[in-house]
């Protein structure tokens, strides 16, 4: 195949921009003008003429989670609800769109309390109104937070004498009844006793997210599926697997295992295991760990306490010994380790639990990785450096979080948060990802963010602490380039380059010319994975 008449970005530092570019047996063959491109092409060649659209390495979303994504395109779509009545009515017509009968569990997620107009968090008498016949359970859209009705707390049976959780909790009103409010690890309590996925289901669902990851431009995706499977992390490995040999996948998957104990990691490890097992469609990533919460749900871990709740500091999930050990045990058996950290104090307790591992065993090039990196300080920033710490970040985050930063932390602190143009002028290696489905996974919405520093309505007019605007190029490196050195893969994807793998996006606009404000708008017309055409509009 030869691809010509283009306006191609290769995020090669060495030639950033050609006109056509040769693809044979799956890899990238030749990157140049169109006379010294078409040279290549022979009776067998397929042509395409790019007309001039701009073409763009595929995107490889650093972070997200693609089996919860596919999972809640089965629940109740609490996306965008401005209130807990509109809530309610959603999951009530969710019920009977899908007859869902009595005794069945009803799940949802997306609500974000901060947009209701109640300004309030969901109870269980609000779930209650919904249906005292189902065990109904709604994830807060971060996650990190779930509301349970009285009939799932019953079942879970945590609703008479509510256990005490470490690295979590289980908020009660004043005469010690559970409210609903199930946060961090006390989240478990109920997920654990829904039905789980098998197997079967896993791969279809897999493959469902996979074809809309297509659609977006997505070619690479660095996925923590384990949290969407309660039963057995195995279950998720062999979908995968079995997937991989059947030659069906068609978006590459780097797999971020979520594996909170000791002995989950020992098992893991016995299986023999190690981050970049597996194949260029299916591999092991590094070991995530979950270190706190999330802001808006007032449970990522502070330095300082929240400046509209002096009583919290927010949620630590381990001490700093454990930290220590967790990490220490996947930097001693192969597997790169990537922390969930979105408080500066999460993200001390990491670099902390990175340096003493260095220290204790050094390693030429561990990569550790930090996930999110959200309220950061200079000395912060300046140890991500000084460790070669990745910044493993959501530019999209900027559209939902930038009406609460300031609420929950202060102008002051704030002014520290989502750095990411001083982590690249420091010189830290950064990969863009999405969490989708916290948000959606279109990374030309992050790199529209990243650019403009604005939600995707254009607020505010010069965004939101401008200075910390990135170029195009340097949003759009992050997305390929950044992601693809995050999973020590940037010799074998990335950039368009000879002899990496021919993985593509062809874009409507070229991104570099329009108005940034347009950049959210622009569409995907074609996607190419592995030398095929696998996405055409």
């Given at each position: 195949?030869?691809?010509?008449?283009?306006?191609?970005?290769?995020?090669?530092?060495?030639?950033?921009?050609?006109?056509?570019?040769?693809?044979?047996?799956?890899?990238?063959?030749?990157?140049?003008?169109?006379?010294?491109?078409?040279?290549?092409?022979?009776?067998?060649?397929?042509?395409?003429?790019?007309?001039?659209?701009?073409?763009?390495?595929?995107?490889?979303?650093?972070?997200?989670?693609?089996?919860?994504?596919?999972?809640?395109?089965?629940?109740?779509?609490?996306?965008?609800?401005?209130?807990?009545?509109?809530?309610?009515?959603?999951?009530?017509?969710?019920?009977?769109?899908?007859?869902?009968?009595?005794?069945?569990?009803?799940?949802?997620?997306?609500?974000?309390?901060?947009?209701?107009?109640?300004?309030?968090?969901?109870?269980?008498?609000?779930?209650?109104?919904?249906?005292?016949?189902?065990?109904?359970?709604?994830?807060?859209?971060?996650?990190?937070?779930?509301?349970?009705?009285?009939?799932?707390?019953?079942?879970?049976?945590?609703?008479?004498?509510?256990?005490?959780?470490?690295?979590?909790?289980?908020?009660?009103?004043?005469?010690?009844?559970?409210?609903?409010?199930?946060?961090?690890?006390?989240?478990?309590?109920?997920?654990?006793?829904?039905?789980?996925?098998?197997?079967?289901?896993?791969?279809?669902?897999?493959?469902?997210?996979?074809?809309?990851?297509?659609?977006?431009?997505?070619?690479?995706?660095?996925?923590?599926?384990?949290?969407?499977?309660?039963?057995?992390?195995?279950?998720?490995?062999?979908?995968?697997?079995?997937?991989?040999?059947?030659?069906?996948?068609?978006?590459?998957?780097?797999?971020?295992?979520?594996?909170?104990?000791?002995?989950?990691?020992?098992?893991?490890?016995?299986?023999?295991?190690?981050?970049?097992?597996?194949?260029?469609?299916?591999?092991?990533?590094?070991?995530?760990?979950?270190?706190?919460?999330?802001?808006?749900?007032?449970?990522?871990?502070?330095?300082?306490?929240?400046?509209?709740?002096?009583?919290?500091?927010?949620?630590?999930?381990?001490?700093?010994?454990?930290?220590?050990?967790?990490?220490?045990?996947?930097?001693?058996?192969?597997?790169?380790?990537?922390?969930?950290?979105?408080?500066?104090?999460?993200?001390?307790?990491?670099?902390?639990?990175?340096?003493?591992a260095l220290s204790k065993y050094p390693k030429e090039d561990p990569r550790f990785r930090i996930i999110h990196a959200q309220i950061t300080t200079r000395d912060i920033i300046e140890k991500f450096k000084k460790l070669d710490v990745i910044a493993d970040i959501q530019p999209i985050f900027v559209s939902t979080d930038l009406a609460v930063v300031e609420?929950?932390?202060?102008?002051?602190?704030?002014?520290?948060?989502?750095?990411?143009?001083?982590?690249?002028?420091?010189?830290?290696?950064?990969?863009?990802?999405?969490?989708?489905?916290?948000?959606?996974?279109?990374?030309?919405?992050?790199?529209?963010?990243?650019?403009?520093?604005?939600?995707?309505?254009?607020?505010?007019?010069?965004?939101?602490?401008?200075?910390?605007?990135?170029?195009?190029?340097?949003?759009?490196?992050?997305?390929t380039m950044g992601s693809a050195y995050a999973s020590f893969e940037e010799n074998i994807k990335g950039s368009i380059t000879p002899g990496k793998l021919a993985d593509i996006a062809v874009l409507s606009d070229n991104i570099f010319e329009i108005e940034p404000e347009g950049i959210k708008d622009v569409n995907v017309e074609k996607t190419i994975v592995?030398?095929?055409?696998?996405?055409?509009?």
């Open positions: 195949m030869v691809l010509y008449n283009g306006n191609i970005f290769t995020a090669d530092k060495g030639k950033k921009r050609a006109e056509a570019v040769a693809i044979k047996d799956g890899k990238i063959t030749a990157v140049g003008t169109d006379e010294e491109v078409l040279g290549y092409k022979d009776s067998n060649t397929k042509l395409i003429n790019l007309e001039g659209k701009t073409a763009v390495p595929g995107f490889n979303d650093s972070h997200m989670h693609l089996l919860s994504y596919a999972v809640s395109l089965e629940k109740a779509d609490l996306n965008g609800t401005k209130s807990i009545d509109e809530m309610k009515e959603r999951v009530k017509n969710y019920i009977k769109r899908n007859n869902i009968p009595e005794g069945r569990w009803v799940l949802g997620r997306g609500w974000n309390h901060s947009f209701f107009k109640e300004k309030r968090l969901p109870s269980r008498q609000d779930l209650d109104e919904i249906s005292q016949n189902h065990p109904i359970v709604l994830t807060r859209t971060c996650g990190h937070l779930c509301a349970a009705n009285t009939r799932a707390l019953k079942e879970a049976g945590i609703f008479d004498n509510p256990p005490e959780i470490e690295g979590g909790g289980i908020d009660v009103d004043r005469n010690g009844v559970p409210t609903g409010i199930l946060k961090e690890k006390a989240q478990d309590l109920v997920y654990r006793i829904i039905p789980s996925l098998n197997k079967r289901e896993i791969k279809g669902l897999i493959l469902k997210a996979a074809e809309n990851c297509l659609k977006e431009g997505i070619t690479s995706v660095q996925t923590d599926d384990f949290e969407a499977v309660k039963s057995d992390f195995k279950d998720v490995l062999d979908a995968y697997f079995e997937l991989d040999r059947e030659k069906r996948l068609k978006v590459r998957i780097n797999e971020q295992c979520l594996l909170p104990e000791m002995e989950k990691i020992q098992a893991f490890i016995n299986m023999g295991y190690k981050t970049g097992y597996g194949s260029e469609f299916f591999k092991i990533g590094p070991l995530k760990l979950l270190s706190d919460g999330s802001l808006g749900g007032r449970t990522a871990a502070l330095r300082m306490p929240y400046a509209d709740d002096e009583t919290t500091t927010g949620i630590l999930i381990f001490s700093q010994d454990e930290l220590d050990r967790l990490v220490e045990m996947g930097h001693l058996n192969g597997l790169q380790v990537a922390v969930h950290a979105i408080g500066d104090r999460a993200m001390d307790m990491a670099l902390e639990s990175f340096e003493k609420e929950r932390i202060g102008k002051e602190r704030a002014k520290w948060t989502y750095n990411w143009k001083t982590f690249i002028d420091y010189g830290v290696h950064v990969a863009g990802g999405s969490d989708c489905p916290v948000e959606p996974f279109n990374p030309l919405y992050g790199i529209y963010a990243a650019v403009t520093r604005k939600n995707l309505d254009g607020y505010p007019e010069n965004g939101w602490l401008p200075e910390q605007k990135l170029k195009v190029e340097e949003a759009l490196y992050i997305f592995d030398g095929e055409i696998v996405y055409e509009k």
